[in-house]
C-alpha cells in the first residue's frame, strides 16, 4: 500500500499500515541488518509515525508484544562483513515469505521501534553507551523504558 492512501488519524490501524509500508519499503531499498540504524528510518511512512506524537508511544508499547522479537539467524556483524554478493546470497535463501516476513518484523521491533521513541520524546530517551550495538539490550532498553515513562506523555 502506498503512503499516499493512507490517511492518519492517530488509529492503531493506521499505525500497523504505517509499519507494514516501512517494512515494504526496507524491503525495496534492500535495508537489512545494518549497524547504521537511520537507513531502517528514511520512509515517509516513519514519519507518519512520528507526526502522532505521543499517542504513537502507545502503538509502539503495543506492537513489542505482537511483533516478531527474535533476533536474525545470524548477527549484524557477520552480516555486514560479507561481501556484497555473499549478502545478496543470504538474503536470496531467505525470500521464502515467513523467513522474510522474521527478518522484516525483527528489524522493525529492533531498530525502527527505538528509533521513533527517540524522534516522539527526545533526549528523555538516552540509550546508554554500554548497549550501543546490543540488539537484545536495546530491545529490553526500550520496552522497559516504555512501561517506566510512557506515563509522562499519554493521559
Known amino acids: 500500500m502506498g503512503l499516499d492512501k493512507v490517511l492518519f488519524r492517530d488509529s492503531a490501524e493506521d499505525f500497523i499500515k504505517c509499519l507494514e509500508a516501512i517494512m515494504q519499503d ?17 520512509s515517509p511512512a516513519f514519519e507518519e509515525i512520528v507526526s502522532m506524537r505521543y499517542k504513537a508511544l502507545e502503538y509502539i508499547k503495543y506492537a513489542y508484544k505482537t511483533l516478531r522479537t527474535d533476533d536474525p539467524a545470524f548477527s549484524t556483524k557477520e552480516f555486514n562483513a560479507l561481501s556484497e554478493e555473499d549478502k ?22 529492533n531498530f525502527v ?6 524522534r516522539i520524546v527526545g533526549k528523555d530517551f538516552e540509550v546508554p553507551e554500554e548497549i550501543h550495538g546490543k540488539i537484545s539490550e536495546l530491545r529490553k532498553f526500550t520496552r522497559q523504558w516504555l512501561y517506566l515513562n510512557m506515563h509522562k506523555y499519554v493521559g
Open 26 to 42: 526496507n524491503t525495496k531499498r534492500g535495508v537489512y541488518l545494518l549497524s547504521n540504524s537511520s537507513e531502517y528510518c528514511k
Open 88 to 109: 545478496k546470497k543470504v538474503l536470496k535463501q531467505s525470500t521464502q515469505e515467513f523467513s522474510q516476513r522474521i527478518i522484516e518484523e525483527s528489524t522493525v521491533v
Open 113 to 118: 521501534l527505538p528509533a521513533l521513541v527517540h
